[in-house]
């Protein structure tokens, strides 16, 4: 047997073939006591929080990832090897790098750019474009559109710092110069891995952030706000991981 792993203490059947994955442990259990039926706590370890529950008559399961690449590699490698989960949505905080992306849009990713080297282990000879799964990013857009919500789709940018260096910035610019004059719409830490793996196992994965806060305007939300108040990006990716199920 290859579960329970060193991260998660369950079995196969504990899951549903879709997982939501915030970063917050809090997060997850919010998400799992406001839209869940049922919901049960599958898992624990090191006070990563995983519930599976039903939503609408659909089994589904909702575990935090940890913050950064490293550890949402390590979840999505153990849920999609060891635990027959089918499909990772991350459900996150992002910070705008565009005028027209405000606080509280929703973001869809459908590529992640990344800075980090997360790409090297898997022996390419070239660089590697971190995209999400079509299925469920046409579904999403189908859920966000129903909702009547604020989103965008396009690339994102999955970052290995949030405190980067900026001191020899030129004036006049800022560290995300280069990506905001490409189009990317803002920066993560989690969905490039997350795609990676879900593109070198065969399984689906996406990434829907709102936005916590406003790289160029300095606007933010607070911990708290975005613990319990990103209900929508939660209503959409509920919605989504149902009409994977169809």
């Given at each position: 047997?290859?579960?329970?792993?060193?991260?998660?203490?369950?079995?196969?059947?504990?899951?549903?073939?879709?997982?939501?994955?915030?970063?917050?442990?809090?997060?997850?259990?919010?998400?799992?006591?406001?839209?869940?039926?049922?919901?049960?706590?599958?898992?624990?370890?090191?006070?990563?929080?995983?519930?599976t529950?039903?939503?609408?008559?659909?089994?589904?399961?909702?575990?935090?990832?940890?913050?950064?690449?490293?550890?949402?590699?390590?979840?999505?490698?153990?849920?999609?090897?060891?635990?027959?989960?089918?499909?990772?949505?991350?459900?996150?905080?992002?910070?705008?790098?565009?005028?027209h992306?405000?606080?509280?849009?929703?973001?869809?990713?459908?590529?992640?750019?990344?800075?980090?080297?997360?790409?090297?282990?898997?022996?390419?000879?070239?660089?590697?474009?971190?995209i999400?799964?079509?299925?469920?990013?046409?579904?999403?857009?189908?859920?966000?559109?129903?909702?009547?919500?604020?989103?965008?789709?396009?690339?994102?940018?999955?970052?290995?710092?949030?405190?980067?260096?900026?001191?020899?910035?030129?004036?006049?610019?800022?560290?995300?110069?280069?990506?905001?004059?490409?189009?990317?719409?803002?920066?993560?830490?989690e969905?490039?891995?997350?795609?990676?793996?879900?593109?070198?196992?065969?399984?689906?994965?996406?990434?829907?952030?709102?936005?916590?806060?406003?790289?160029?305007?300095?606007?933010?939300?607070?911990a708290?706000?975005?613990?319990?108040?990103f209900?929508?990006?939660?209503?959409?990716?509920?919605?989504?991981?149902?009409?994977?199920?169809?």
């Amino acid at each position: 047997m290859n579960y329970p792993t060193p991260h998660i203490n369950a079995a196969p059947a504990d899951f549903g073939q879709t997982v939501l994955m915030p970063g917050d442990p809090l997060r997850s259990r919010f998400i799992a006591e406001t839209f869940l039926e049922n919901a049960k706590l599958v898992n624990n370890v090191r006070g990563v929080q995983g519930y599976t529950g039903m939503y609408k008559g659909v089994k589904v399961s909702v575990m935090a990832s940890g913050m950064g690449m490293p550890a949402i590699g390590i979840y999505s490698h153990e849920l999609f090897n060891f635990f027959d989960v089918q499909n990772i949505m991350r459900v996150g905080s992002a910070g705008s790098m565009q005028e027209h992306i405000h606080v509280r849009d929703i973001v869809i990713g459908q590529g992640c750019c990344t800075d980090s080297n997360w790409a090297h282990q898997y022996h390419l000879s070239g660089t590697f474009a971190p995209i999400a799964s079509f299925e469920m990013l046409s579904k999403a857009v189908e859920s966000a559109k129903e909702a009547g919500a604020t989103y965008h789709v396009g690339n994102l940018l999955s970052s290995d710092a949030f405190y980067g260096d900026h001191v020899d910035v030129p004036e006049g610019l800022d560290a995300n110069y280069g990506w905001r004059k490409m189009g990317v719409m803002a920066a993560e830490m989690e969905g490039a891995a997350l795609y990676m793996n879900a593109a070198r196992y065969g399984k689906n994965a996406l990434c829907i952030c709102t936005i916590s806060d406003h790289i160029l305007t300095g606007e933010a939300t607070t911990a708290e706000e975005r613990q319990n108040s990103f209900t929508q990006m939660m209503e959409i990716a509920l919605e989504t991981a149902r009409k994977m199920e169809k």
